[in-house]
């Protein structure tokens, strides 16, 4: 039986979301940047979400986690951009940094504190390369309207499925997927509400899956990943101040190929048709990152 401790997990991976998050993606000015330099500074902002009950995830890159001498999960590679072989031209872009804070919390105050600090310490070691405000829409809802998450794993069962158990390599730990999706909202809405939820596979109002799914729904091309091993989703929407709208995915798994194994359906690279929700909705940025355990995690930062 899969055995985990869920005390290991960083905080912010199981906590209650908080009604704001901020995604902060980083990478190193050079070859030769300090990693003494950034090791503290990551304490240091460690150290100041817990002094503000600020829920936080570092999730490190497959270059930087093996720079920093840390013991590495089996197999962690970097995200590469995963193109639909139909002549749409979608494609699921890859972004991959070295380094991703996620915070999030019920004081944006605080969070942006927090996250204000600890980029301008780091500035001279690594730059920004995207940042990301989120929060809660309604009822944990998408943009579209639609319950997002409603296929996650029980709250009870998410440990096992996110952490990678107790006598593997880097156990405790959690493989990231984090993708900023972009929404057609004007295009999605001029859809009727039942062809929305053959995209989805659900219905909109309360989230109950079709008896009968489109091959290219949603719930189709994910339902197989999910079934073979499960991921623990903890997205969010965001929306910029020029009108762009969309969702910030993250996801948690003891491994790493059913992220793949999801995107690879979702385009139809496995010889599926191609997830009818990627006519609405394109991912500009995509990147893995590894959550290491409490314990690796004090380890890395010398502590």
Request: charged share 20%; hydrophobic share 35%.
């Amino acid at each position: 039986m899969t055995k985990v401790d869920i005390k290991q997990a960083q905080s912010g991976i199981f906590s209650d979301l908080g009604k704001h998050q901020w995604y902060v993606h980083l990478s190193r000015n050079s070859a030769s940047a300090n990693l003494d330099k950034v090791k503290t500074e990551i304490s240091n902002l460690v150290s100041a979400c817990e002094s503000k009950n600020i829920n936080l995830v570092v999730g490190f890159g497959p270059d930087l986690l093996k720079d920093l001498g840390a013991e590495t999960p089996d197999d962690f590679q970097p995200f590469t951009t995963i193109k639909s072989i139909d002549d749409s031209g979608k494609e699921a872009a890859a972004t991959q940094e070295d380094l991703l804070f996620w915070l999030h919390s019920d004081s944006k105050d605080d969070i942006w504190k927090a996250q204000y600090d600890a980029r301008t310490a780091l500035a001279s070691e690594m730059s920004v390369a995207r940042e990301t405000m989120a929060f809660i829409y309604g009822a944990s809802l998408d943009m579209t309207g639609f319950i997002d998450g409603t296929g996650n794993p029980a709250p009870e069962d998410q440990p096992a499925v996110a952490m990678i158990p107790e006598g593997e390599p880097a156990a405790g730990g959690s493989f990231i997927l984090a993708q900023r999706w972009v929404h057609d909202l004007e295009g999605w809405n001029k859809m009727s509400v039942p062809d929305q939820e053959k995209a989805f596979g659900r219905t909109k109002a309360d989230s109950v899956e079709l008896e009968t799914q489109e091959p290219y729904s949603h719930l189709s091309h994910v339902a197989q990943a999910d079934q073979n091993h499960s991921i623990a989703r903890r997205s969010t929407p965001y929306a910029f101040h020029d009108g762009t709208v969309g969702l910030y995915f993250m996801a948690f798994c003891k491994s790493q190929s059913p992220f793949v194994e999801m995107l690879n359906a979702m385009y139809g690279t496995d010889g599926q048709v191609r997830d009818k929700i990627t006519d609405f909705s394109d991912p500009v940025s995509g990147a893995f990152y590894f959550s290491p355990s409490v314990s690796q995690l004090s380890e890395i930062l010398g502590g």
